[in-house]
């Protein structure tokens, strides 16, 4: 898998321990982190550390963003690198959101059912 921070080139990743220790660096200022198995299979998060965004790519269901719950809480605006992402309120995650599911991710489980996806 590749890690990549920032959209700039990733390199290759064998322990999660190296993708958290880069979460730390997870502040106030927005980042962008995403982890990728194929161009087409992907798990990115883009915001600050209590404000985040996180989308997932697979081949099979496309573009979706995770949300913590089915319910439409209205519109909220997250700081990403180029400018605010538009979301829905109830898809605005935390730095452990991103950590749980980035792991998830990684070890190629399924993702909590604890997150709903809406597809992009």
Request: one cysteine or more; a negative charge.
């Amino acid at each position: 898998m590749i890690f990549s921070k920032n959209r700039e080139p990733g390199n290759p990743v064998t322990d999660f321990a190296e993708i958290r220790a880069a979460f730390s660096s997870l502040g106030h200022t927005p980042l962008c982190f995403r982890l990728e198995k194929a161009p087409s299979e992907f798990i990115e998060c883009e915001g600050r550390m209590d404000n985040l965004a996180i989308r997932i790519m697979t081949p099979a269901t496309g573009l979706e963003i995770l949300g913590v719950s089915k319910e439409d809480r209205g519109d909220a605006v997250i700081p990403g690198l180029a400018g605010p992402v538009e979301v829905k309120k109830n898809e605005r995650l935390q730095l452990e959101d991103a950590l749980i599911n980035f792991e998830a991710f990684f070890k190629d489980n399924p993702l909590p059912n604890a997150y709903v996806r809406r597809k992009l």
